[in-house]
């Protein structure tokens, strides 16, 4: 779980992650990305109060979220890994699904969506997070860098052994790194596949709709160019 700032709301993450599997072996490590508001050591105390066995990782300094999710799974130690964000917009039981999936052999890289037939959104995000989500998987396709409708949804689940060669050259250490792993995972022909989800909106994010909106789309063209000088070949549209 990458955090960044996230002291005010991540004790009741912690709480709901206790209740859902705190008994069940799943190995937990939180990643503070840097935070200056303590984040790092509200976790270790809510984790020590609800009895949750989990690490916590500290990054000195703000690199972003995909530096964030790089290092938890590289120190991961389980068959099967993956992310989810803090806010837990998708829950226990959505987390379980996704894992499944890649425990059921559906894919080497599963990831949930927002946008997929079945798919339930309880609570919508406000109106300039989605055109911003829209805008940005419709530049996605126009550089042909990925043929899915939800890039982006914060819960992803892979089998480990794939890991190393979708983490280990990332270049895109903010918001595009969840396009350069799948379009990673495209190149080497790995089985990719789509979860659909029950989500909800929680408020609280720090993300800027124009802002970070370009400021990853200029991000995702890096990840284009490197990508086309290691040989990669850019993804077909969807029929």
């Known amino acids: 779980m990458p955090m960044w700032n996230e002291s005010a709301r991540i004790e009741s993450t912690v709480a709901g992650l206790a209740e859902a599997f705190g008994d069940t072996g799943v ?3 939180f990643v503070d990305d840097g935070s200056d508001d303590g984040t790092a050591d509200v976790v270790e105390r809510a984790c020590k109060e609800a009895a949750l066995d989990a690490e916590v990782l500290r990054q000195t300094e703000n690199r972003g979220k995909g530096a964030a999710v790089r290092a938890g799974l590289l120190a991961a130690s389980g ?5 989810v964000d803090a806010d837990l917009s998708a829950g226990p039981t ?21 946008a997929a037939a079945h798919a339930t959104i309880t609570v919508r995000q406000p109106f300039a997070r989605r055109w911003s989500g829209w805008l940005f998987n419709l530049g996605l396709r126009a550089c ?4 899915l409708t939800d890039t982006q949804c914060g819960l992803k689940a892979f089998r480990a052994e794939v890991v190393p060669s979708l983490f280990g050259p990332l270049v895109a250490d903010r918001f595009a790194f969840d396009v350069e792993v799948l379009a990673r995972a495209d190149h080497l022909g790995l089985m990719v596949a789509e979860v659909p989800i029950t989500w909800h909106h929680v408020e609280g994010s720090r993300l ?5 909106g370009v ?3 200029r991000e995702a063209w890096r990840v284009r160019r490197v990508l086309k000088a290691e040989g990669w070949r850019a993804s077909a549209p969807r029929r």
Do not use: C, M, N, Q
């Open 144 to 147: 042909r860098l990925t043929r």
């Open 27 to 29: 190995e937990l490590i």
């Open 208 to 212: 800027s709709p124009l802002r970070d």
């Open 215 to 217: 400021a990853t789309l």
């Open 94 to 114: 959505e987390i379980r699904r996704v894992f499944a999936a890649v425990d059921g052999g559906r894919g080497d890289v599963v990831l949930a969506s927002r």
């Open 79 to 83: 068959d099967t890994v993956g992310f």
